[in-house]
């Protein structure tokens, strides 16, 4: 079955420098989700979109903004990055079903590892 | 502010014995899933429980969600090596926008 797909697994920036990380939901899934892992810790909610508008917004700082497109693919984009954001992030896609919204269970790609000296 | 508090944070044990993590909480989650993470990867979905009591076996993991859906655990009887990883539970966040509140994760190795 395909999963969620994330590019690049991995990526080294300099402080203040740029970086834009993609996510490629499951195919017919609508909703995407960010997540951030420091190390030793649990993965922390950033931002969701449901059918390409931001549906929730965690502890995303200002410096990184991200978006949903067409085809439901996702890309989080960081800029003057700092040495505190260096870490796992994940996406996460999943499906809501009915009029209620009922959202479905939640599945993760692999993550890219940001390491930023 | 949702939290899942999970215990313990570290476990050491030998093959062949069982165990028990616990995550538990203040707050009404519509669900909980499990999840078990190797180091550098995504988290993998075990399993969700939905509904108040409900028990899911997996193999030898068996996932229980408290009657008052403040609570879980998740139980391996007869743990292997293969067992060893990190083990999160995540509740859906209040916003019903499907967000998870994750646990501090439990860290379990299975020695031979």
Redesign the interface.
């Known amino acids: 079955a395909a999963g ?1 797909i ?1 590019s690049p697994r991995h990526l080294i920036k300099e402080k203040r420098e740029t970086a834009t990380l993609k996510c490629y939901p499951i195919p017919r899934h609508d ?1 995407v ?1 960010w ?1 951030q892992q420091g190390p030793g ?5 950033l931002i ?1 979109f ?1 059918e390409k508008m931001q ?2 917004k ?1 502890s995303i700082p200002d410096r990184f903004s991200a978006q949903q497109f067409s085809d439901y693919h996702s890309e989080l984009n960081m800029s003057s990055l700092e040495l505190g954001d260096s870490a ?1 992030y ?1 996406c ?1 896609s ?1 499906l ?1 079903r009915g009029v209620d ?1 009922v ?1 479905e ?7 890219t ?1 940001l390491l930023v000296l | 502010t949702q939290l899942l508090e999970q215990s313990p944070q570290f476990l050491s044990i030998q093959e062949g014995e069982n165990l028990t993590v616990y995550c538990n909480s203040s707050s009404v989650f519509s669900s909980l899933q499990w999840y078990r993470q190797e180091p550098g990867e995504g988290p993998v979905l075990l399993v969700t429980v939905v509904t108040g009591g409900e028990v899911k076996k997996l193999k030898r993991l068996t996932f229980q969600f408290g009657d008052a859906r403040k609570d879980s655990s998740l139980h391996i009887t007869a743990a292997q090596p293969g067992d060893t990883g990190l083990y999160l539970c995540a509740g859906d966040g209040s916003s019903n926008t499907g967000k998870l509140i994750f646990g501090q994760g439990t860290t379990l190795q299975v020695k031979p």
Do not use: E, I
Request: aromatic residues 26%; neutral net charge.
């Open positions: 969620v994330q909703t989700y997540y810790q649990d993965p922390q909610f969701s449901y549906s929730d965690g796992l994940f996460a999943s809501r919204f959202v269970t939640q599945y993760f790609g692999p993550g590892r």
